[in-house]
């Protein structure tokens, strides 16, 4: 699965740009399912069990990551942009970017220090307040290479530190990564896969795909955050990273079934795979959208635990992408019993 990450995560797929990660993913699971694209962008795959089940399961993850859009070029051949997505204008400032079509070089820089007052220096950045340095000279030589409407992605290495992986785009690619692995097993249960677009902007991509698949069941693959480190203790560690997959019972758009999540855990202490809970009420996913689809969706969300979620330099562990996958695949084969 590394490999296979690797490439996903080095593709650039922000929401509403995702065509080269989906073409990516066909690629690679054109041979072993029936699937088709939607009006939105979203795959819709079938993968044929050796049974079919009386009640539809749809597993899903979403492509897109978070990044920018370029909103004007100033006279000064900068760009003003804004965020796609949920980021900390802090982990932007002084970061290489990938602008435009052309994929041209770029730093995120803001005002320099000895030019803000005090309380200006002991506020956060706000992104109104950054740009895009790419090198022109003025806004005519921007013009070559750079529209408004243009999308800009972080720039960032694919490395393995100590036993973690770090990464831009690990939400959602982990949860690509093991979709596109589960459909080359072969399956007790027909099952749905849809690779999902426009997460990060409002779960829009989810909200058109449950519609049309219409399952009875969903288990939502993704990436959350953890807070495991010095300073945090408690609650507030939300998850950590090292200590298996993240089934939660609720965040902010979901309150998720409670016979599906005692069943992870029941699966997880049979097969000896380590699991956790978040134990805070944050964030959200795709489940949103899917579980008030239609007449109601039986979901529940299974998220690797990721330090600096939604930065270039995202982290997380090889045992807990494994063991994630572990524990999905065993959800496949169980879920139908319920």
């Known amino acids: ?10 593709m650039d797929g922000v929401s509403g740009d995702e065509s080269a990660v989906r073409e990516l ?16 962008g979203n795959l819709i795959c079938f993968k044929k069990g050796r049974k079919t089940p009386a009640k539809k399961l749809m597993v899903c993850a979403h492509m897109d990551e978070v990044g920018f859009i370029i909103t004007y070029i100033r006279p000064d051949g900068t760009l003003s942009f804004g965020n796609v997505g949920g980021i900390d204008p802090s982990v932007v400032i ?21 030019n803000l007052s005090k309380e200006q220096r ?18 005519a030589e921007a013009e070559k290479y750079v529209s408004p409407g243009d999308c ?18 690990i939400d959602d690619r982990a949860g690509c990564v093991m979709m596109t692995e589960l459909m080359h097993e072969e399956l007790e249960y027909d099952t749905y896969f849809v690779f999902n677009v426009q997460e990060e902007i409002g779960l829009r991509g989810a909200a058109a795909s449950a519609y049309s698949v219409a399952p009875d069941y969903a288990i939502v693959l993704e990436s959350t955050t953890a807070a495991d480190i010095d300073g945090a203790s408690g ?6 990273v090292g200590k298996g997959p993240v089934v939660s019972f609720m965040d902010r758009h979901t309150m998720y079934d409670k016979e599906l999540y005692h069943l992870a855990f029941d699966i997880a202490e049979e097969q000896g795979i380590p699991c956790q809970t978040k134990t805070m009420i944050a964030g959200g996913n795709d489940a949103g959208a899917i579980h008030i689809s239609g007449g109601g969706v039986r979901t529940m969300a299974v998220s690797l635990p990721c330090r600096y979620l939604h930065s270039p330099s995202s982290v997380i562990a090889c045992t807990d992408l494994e063991n994630t996958y572990k524990l999905v695949k065993s959800l496949i084969g169980r879920i139908h019993e319920i």
């Open 122 to 139: 002991e506020r956060a950045p706000k992104t109104d307040s950054l740009y895009i340095d790419i090198g022109a000279a003025d806004r």
């Open 1 to 10: 699965m590394k490999e296979l990450l690797k490439e996903l995560c080095l």
């Open 25 to 40: 993913i066909i690629s690679k699971i054109k041979d072993v399912c029936e699937y088709r694209t939607d009006n939105l």
């Open 235 to 240: 609650a507030k560690r939300v998850c950590e």
């Open 94 to 114: 002084g970061r290489q970017v990938r602008v435009g079509k052309s994929r041209i070089s770029g730093v995120v820089g803001s005002t320099a220090v000895h």
């Open 152 to 169: 800009a992605y972080f720039d960032s290495e694919f490395v393995e530190i100590g036993s973690c992986i770090k990464s831009k785009a």
